[in-house]
């Protein structure tokens, strides 16, 4: 069976390739995640993604690298990692009682194939109050996640009216299109 690696550092993204039974190693891209100037945020993180699988194919050339990026778009805004509390506070309120979108960008590669694609997922919260938003950015520390949530964790469980979309994909992999890929294009049979 051909090597597998996945070009993130982040515990969820590893938890859905285990979750899917995939044999993988890791490899932490090292990438500058800054923006580009003018990018339009949906284009963002399939930029991202490319970056980061061009920072790890050259260490496993016989591989087949996963390499995602994500990204919380409202109002053409890009919620990112928020910096501390008061900008996870901030982006939680921005979030509360509104819909955004949630995109995903997969980069999947080996020595003679590419493949990039972006998955979208809509999240519509309730409206949150202050002590909910508090409650959650004082106890989940959401300060390495974008848009500073995490849907499996209390604020997605109580939070979250409704998806429409992938909730695999919130998260941070669209692992079902991932499987998909993997098995359809570079011929990887998982169980």
């Not at 819909?99 to 960008?105: E, L, N, S, Y």
């Not at 919260?125 to 390495?144: C, E, G, K, M, W």
């Not at 979309?165 to 499987?179: A, E, K, R, S």
């Amino acid at each position: 069976m051909q090597k597998i690696i996945l070009a993130s550092q982040s515990p969820r993204r590893q938890q859905l390739l285990q979750m899917a039974e995939l044999k993988f190693d890791v490899i932490i891209a090292d990438v500058d995640e800054t923006n580009p100037p003018g990018m339009p945020g949906d284009d963002v993180p399939a930029h991202l993604a490319v970056k980061k699988a061009d920072a790890v194919s050259h260490l496993a050339p016989d591989a087949v690298v996963i390499a995602a990026d994500t990204v919380v778009l409202l109002d053409g805004d890009i919620l990112g990692k928020p910096t501390d509390a008061a900008d996870a506070i901030a982006m939680l309120s921005r979030l509360s009682g509104r819909t955004h979108r949630v995109v995903t960008g997969v980069c999947i590669r080996s020595s003679n194939k590419e493949t990039v694609f972006s998955v979208v997922t809509e999240v519509h919260f309730r409206p949150l109050s202050l002590a909910q938003i508090t409650h959650y950015v004082d106890n989940y520390r959401p300060f390495d996640k974008a848009g500073a949530y995490a849907i499996q964790e209390w604020i997605g469980v109580t939070g979250i009216e409704k998806i429409n979309g992938d909730y695999y994909n919130v998260m941070g992999l669209p692992i079902g299109d991932v499987i998909h890929v993997l098995r359809t294009e570079y011929g990887i049979q998982t169980a």
